[in-house]
C-alpha cells in the first residue's frame, strides 16, 4: 500500500538546466533514480483547490507560518478509471506534512461535485483522510481552481532512504479543461532553461550534498508552483503581482 503520511523538511532551489546536469554527475554515486517511471522519470499532474476570495494563495504568498493546500494528483497519463491520490499538504515552518489517500478518479469526481451526502458512501483507501479532506475543503469552501503539470526526475539516497531529491522541469499549467485525465499540458510558467530542485529530509540535509549544492552554486529560493501559476492564469491579476522567476541561481 501506498504511504498515506509523510512528515519532512524541504529546501527549494531553483537551478539552471546547467546547474542539473552538473549536480546529477556529482550526486549519482549517492543516490539511486526513484523505482517509479523510467530511470525515476515520470510526469506529475495535479488538480489545486482554491476559495474564491484566494485565501490558500495569500497563505503561501505571505508565508504563513501554518499553511496548507488541496490537490488531486495522478502520475503519468491516465483513464477516468485510474488512480489518483487526494492529498492534504500541510507545511508549519519548513516541516511538510503531507496526508493522503488513493482513490480512483471517477470516484474523486463523484466527491467534488458532491454526488454524496455521507464521506462514508465513498471508496478510497482511507476514509479518515478524505473526512480531513472534507472539513479542510468546507472550511475554505474550496473548488478546483486550475492544473499543474510537470516532469520529475526523482533519487532516492543509497544509504539514507529517507533523503530524497526531485527535479522539476518543463512546468505548465491551465483553468480551463479541469480533466486531469485529459493529460499533461498549459502554459508554460517557468523559463524553459530552469528547474525546480527540492530537497526532501527528515531531519538535516548531508554535508556532502551541502558541499555539492554549495560548489555549484546553487541558491535556495522559494519556487511556489502553486502562486506562480495563479498569478500568470488569473485576469484581472492578483493584488500581489506576478512573481518573478526568470533567473536561476547563477
Sequence with gaps: ?????????????????????????????FMRPDKFGEDGKYT????????????IYFETKNKLK???KLRLRIYDDTDIHGTAFFEVKQKHKKVVNKRRMLISLSEAYRYINRLESCINNY??????????????????????????SYDRHALHCITDPELRITFDSNLRCRNEDLLLENGAYGKNFVDSNLVVLE?????????????????LNCEQRSASKFCTSLELLKNPPLPNGKENVTVGGV
Design 44 to 55: 506529475v499532474t495535479s488538480l489545486y483547490f482554491e476559495s474564491d476570495d484566494h485565501k
Design 1 to 29: 500500500m501506498a504511504i498515506e503520511i509523510f512528515r519532512r523538511k524541504e529546501q527549494k532551489y531553483l537551478i539552471t538546466t546547467v546547474q542539473y546536469e552538473l549536480l546529477i554527475q556529482q550526486i549519482s554515486p
Design 199 to 215: 530537497v526532501k529530509v527528515n531531519d538535516s540535509v548531508p554535508l556532502w550534498l551541502t558541499r555539492i549544492l554549495q560548489q
Design 123 to 148: 471508496e478510497g483507501s482511507n476514509i479518515q483522510v478524505l473526512r480531513e479532506i472534507d472539513y479542510f475543503r468546507n472550511l475554505y469552501r474550496l473548488e478546483p481552481e486550475m492544473i499543474v
Design 66 to 68: 501554518y499553511r496548507q
